[in-house]
């Protein structure tokens, strides 16, 4: 398991140019936006524009805070997807033509694998004191990660603070959260394909 802390995170301009990204972790170690197979990532969002098109990607987005963001597609058939914060994400392809409405500035977790050799399932967590939520290994080579958005999360015995990042990458890693204190969340699980 590895602790991503909030400092630790990089950030880094929106591949659009839009915006400003914090790169929370990326695999493999050292991929760009061009030939990354996983990225988890939160952004701060001020104004409505363009989404950034990624061929071939997956994505999930989920609104962490602040307030409602709407997606509206291009594509005929596509309804607008409204995100409030705390709700489930939304899955996307990359490559959809997307345009984001907001009626205040807000702040996103983002979610993306390459489709033709990574999966991925994101989900909002909130949690009591005291409550615990399992990290099952369904699949082979199934990786989590766990992001804290508010409140103090605890895996094993290491604790991750509001803003940082667990990465559970190894079979012999813990396979629970508890939060310490009443706690909101993500929980992704990442694993290969083909």
Known sequence: ???????????????????VTTEIAIAPAGATLDNF???VSTAQVDAAGPFSRFVGI??????IAGGRLTMHRAD???????????????RFPGEADVHATLDAP?????????????AHHAEAIALAAGERRSLPR???????LVYCVHGLLSIGADDVP?????????EGDPDTVVARVGS???LVALWPVG
Do not use: C
């Not at 997956?58 to 609104?63: I, M, P």
């Open 1 to 19: 398991m590895k602790l991503i802390p909030a400092d630790a995170m990089r950030r880094m301009p929106w591949k659009n140019g839009g915006g």
């Open 37 to 39: 197979d996983w990225r």
């Open 58 to 63: 997956d994505r999930s987005l989920a609104v």
């Open 76 to 90: 005929a058939d596509a309804e607008a997807v409204m995100l409030a914060p705390g709700e489930a994400p939304a």
């Open 106 to 118: 807000l702040s996103d977790f983002n979610v993306m694998t390459r489709r033709d050799s990574w």
């Open 138 to 144: 369904l699949h082979r080579g199934m990786q989590w």
């Open 162 to 170: 509001q803003g940082a990042a667990a990465w559970l990458d190894a």
């Open 184 to 186: 909101v969340g993500y």
